[in-house]
């Protein structure tokens, strides 16, 4: 069941687009503040098997149509601190694809993107993984086993280590769009239960079926992919301010986006 989840582990949410490469690539109408010229650059490596994949476009201001440009002819490079190195090919307008390098956790990972006479850099460390010790579907205590139910996840926190979790929700096969950002703050080598909220159709809470499939991802990031997600949440959670702060990114000016090495692991339940 993971092997056929493992594109889910891109996911995320960029500037303006799909935060890392997935096979849904789900669009969000993310504004962002009119600055300098650039690329969005959107890429992960993971401790999954690849290619892994960096999505490259053209930024636009916030004021214009959230169309953004495929970046096509870009020379992209990932290269890792022992002494990997790997020049993606274009698989179509703007997505390169990864031909040898593998992800693996503790190691460095480093992007180049060349464009139009400018380099722009992002670097990550994959963390280890955290293993998932159980999920389960659980129900609101004020309705009663018969209302709206969700999910529960609980994992052992390793000790001594600062950790930064995204969690993500396959629901029958499709990936949910809830952000489920953790860390660890107070809560060092502790066992960690966390509920997983998502909205459903009707505007409440999603509800479960007999013989619906629910996985969830446990994604270990870094720091910077952490802060780098809680400004798109902060942007997409419908911030007050008419121009929006962009959300900080480890890609060097003006590219805007995030490049992450990222572990994960995942668990499946099928609901009774």
Known sequence: MEMKFSRFAYIAFVSALSFLISSCEKVIDLKLKNSEAGIVIE?????????????ISRKVNFDQPNVFPAVSGASVIISDNIGSRDTLKEVRPGV????????VAGNTYTLSVGDQGNTYTG???????????SISIDYFLFG???????????????????????IL?????????????????????????????????DGNFQTFKSGD?????????????????????????????AS???????LSRPALGCFSAHSFTSRTIIVK
């Open 43 to 55: 890429g992960a490596v993971t401790d999954q098997p690849g290619p892994y994949r960096v999505k």
């Open 244 to 250: 929006p702060a962009n959300p900080p990114s480890n």
């Open 213 to 241: 499939v629910v996985t969830i991802l446990l994604l270990s990031i870094d720091e910077n992919t952490y802060k780098y997600l809680r400004g798109v949440e902060a942007v997409t959670d419908g911030g007050q301010s």
């Open 169 to 201: 929700e396959v629901f029958n096969g499709d990936t949910l769009k809830g952000m489920h950002l953790e860390d660890d703050n107070f809560r060092d080598g502790q066992k960690i239960t966390q509920p997983v909220f998502e909205d459903g159709e």
């Open 96 to 103: 390169y694809e990864t031909n040898s390098i593998v992800g």
């Open 123 to 133: 670097q990550s460390v994959m963390p280890s993984p955290v293993a998932i010790d």
């Open 144 to 166: 009663g086993p018969d209302t709206a139910k969700f999910v529960k996840v609980t994992f052992k926190d390793p000790q001594g280590v600062k950790n930064y979790y995204r």
